[in-house]
Structures are given as C-alpha cells and as structure tokens.
C-alpha cells in the first residue's frame, strides 16, 4: 500500500483515537495500544480498516495530547467572534487538533497536503458546509504557524 495511503489512514485514525480519549477519558498508553491491536489494519464489523502507518499515527496521538493546551489556543485564535472550542463538537474537535499538530510539528508534510487530508477526514463526518469550515479554519492556521 502506498505510503500516501497509509498516512491517510494513521490520520482517520488518529482523530477517531483523539475522539475516544475525548468521550472516555482513556489513558494514552492504552490507547495507542487498543489502536494497534484492534484497529489499524484490521477488520471490526465487516468494515475493513485500512493499514496505517504507525509511527505516524503515534506522533499524530501522543503529539496531539502533549500540545493541546497550544494546539488549543492555536485553533481559538481562528474562529470567528461569537464562537468558541467549546461549541465545537468533539469529533470536529478532534479533527482540527490532529491537523493543527501536524502543521505545527510535521514541517516534513507540506501545508496543501495536511489540509486537503484532513478536508478528506471531514467528509467521513459531515457535509458539505462543514469540510469548507475544516479548510478555511486550517488554511488560517498553517498561516499563523509556518508564515
């Protein structure tokens, strides 16, 4: 499998990781570890996961919740008046941590590549209107963060 591919799945991934720790609170070593034994490649349900690459998948996770006090403040900066983290729901939430680590740390992935990969992690979520919030929010971000 490409090398393209599988970081797109370690990206689905890592929001869904981020989201379960968000809803339950899990310690990030066991986490990590349920993803790697249960999800990443395998097959839940009839639904075949797609293999990911995971050492990315790792610095995606832990990456994520080391930073999110930053990450946090990073992705406040770019809503607009009125609105807040708070209002965002967990899932998207989640989305827009994983893409802001990655703009923030991955220097290594270009700025086009993280947004138009995480657009294509919105549309596993929501709808139209919530893709454009997802790219206009990082296209802000990766501004503020690499100039």
């Known amino acids: 499998m490409s090398r393209s591919k599988t970081r797109s799945a370690a990206r689905l991934a890592a929001v869904q990781a981020l989201y379960q720790r968000a809803m ?3 310690p990030t070593a066991q986490l990590l570890h349920e ?3 249960h999800r990443l490649g ?3 349900e009839d639904a075949e996961y797609n293999e990911a690459e995971v050492e990315f998948f790792d610095d995606l996770v ?4 080391a930073r999110e006090a930053e990450l ?3 992705i ?3 809503l607009s008046s009125g609105w ?6 967990r899932p998207m ?3 827009l941590r994983a893409a802001t680590y990655e703009l923030l740390a991955r220097a290594d992935v270009p700025v086009k590549t993280v947004i138009n990969e995480y657009v294509d992690v919105a549309d596993a979520f929501y709808d139209k209107r919530e893709k454009g919030f997802v790219n206009g929010l990082l296209d802000a971000v990766a501004k503020d963060v690499r100039g």
């Open 24 to 26: 339950e609170a899990t």
């Open 35 to 37: 993803f790697h034994q």
């Open 42 to 44: 395998a097959t839940i």
């Open 62 to 65: 832990t990456g994520s919740i």
């Open 72 to 74: 946090d403040a990073a």
């Open 76 to 78: 406040a900066a770019r």
């Open 84 to 89: 807040s983290l708070e209002r965002l729901d």
């Open 93 to 95: 939430h989640a989305l």
